[in-house]
């Protein structure tokens, strides 16, 4: 079982579907680290021998033996110098579907990540204040009442809803300046600089196990042609539809009709609607975590113009 998690962590067409699994690409950054360790003392060490070997060559220069002992030492310090070079140029002639070499630098991200935001894989039924990445979906709805069907009405989400609603809100605070938001970059295949709300909620979709399944994996905020697609129902802002909890809400901050951002509907009245979003600014008691930088964050949105459409996913109802 363990091989074939290595197998297909090693053998995937891109960063998130590789190293997604913290515990795994943490592996492979330790054995990166050994690696570099290994670079800086053996040669040290074989150079330390050769000099050795030529001080008793000066004294006793009869000893032709200590000649061959010196080039050796010069030759396998020369080597082990080189072998992450060697391993780099041999990883660049795998075809492109083995992506080792994506994964090795994911997995040094990862690293950096588990080490700013003391990632732990714990469930929401958890007490304890962690900062949370969980590994197993079915943990989300632990200890949550909800009922069934599929949207639920304005303010009581179904079953599906709140699952993926749950995994939004457990990564509240995460953030751009202790890098929070990494593992949805990486996910999707971002770099740390890019916009990520859409990353944040695909994130959140596979997470729930709902990605390309009932939400598509989206970088950017097209609407509502990949949501259509996989049978979600439509809804405009300028339409009388009331948002429901788990509907993903399309934003156009200049009311000219682009697509600029998007967030997870938590509820909603005749004014408002509340969400969760990523790669926003703090709001309320959430400010003081994200610590003036992007962040996940909870948010009060006014039903304005700036509220392009929504998307109703088909949550399972059970």
Not at 142 to 166: C, D, L, P, R, Y
Not at 199 to 220: D, E, K, L, M, R
């Amino acid at each position: 079982m363990i091989f074939m998690r290595y197998l297909q962590l090693l053998s995937c067409s891109d960063v998130g579907s590789c190293c997604s699994d913290f515990a795994l690409a943490s592996t492979l950054d330790l054995a990166r680290r050994i690696i570099n360790l290994i670079q800086m003392i053996v040669p040290i060490v074989l150079l330390c021998a050769a000099t050795y070997q030529l001080i008793r060559m000066v004294i006793n220069p009869d000893d032709k033996k200590n000649t061959k002992r010196i080039i050796n030492k010069i030759i396998a310090a020369t080597v082990v110098f080189f072998i992450p070079m060697i391993f780099d140029i041999s990883i660049g002639v795998f075809p492109e579907d083995f992506s080792l070499s994506s994964c090795w630098e994911a997995a040094q991200t990862a690293r950096e990540i588990s080490k700013a935001t003391k990632v732990q894989y714990v469930s929401l039924s958890s007490n304890k204040n962690y900062s949370k990445i969980i590994g197993n979906a079915d943990d989300y709805e632990k200890g949550v009442e909800k009922e069934s069907g599929t949207s639920g009405s304005a303010n009581t989400a179904g079953v599906g809803a709140q699952k993926m609603i749950n995994v939004a809100l457990s990564q509240v605070g995460n953030n751009e300046g202790n890098g929070g938001h990494l593992p949805y970059t990486n996910y999707s295949g971002l770099s740390s600089s890019d916009p990520w709300c859409a990353a944040f909620v695909t994130w959140c979709a596979a997470q729930a196990g709902y990605v390309n399944t009932i939400i598509p994996s989206f970088t950017a905020c097209f609407f509502p042609e990949p949501f259509a697609n996989l049978g979600a129902e439509i809804h405009y802002g300028s339409s009388s539809y009331n948002p429901k909890p788990g509907d993903l809400v399309i934003f156009d901050w200049n009311c000219d009709g682009s697509r600029d951002h998007v967030g997870i509907v938590l509820s909603s009245d005749s004014d408002n609607i509340y969400t969760v979003e990523g790669n926003t600014s703090g709001e309320g008691e959430d400010a003081s975590k994200c610590g003036g930088n992007a962040c996940v964050s909870r948010k009060t949105r006014k039903r304005t113009c700036e509220i392009h459409g929504y998307a109703t996913p088909k949550y399972p109802t059970s």
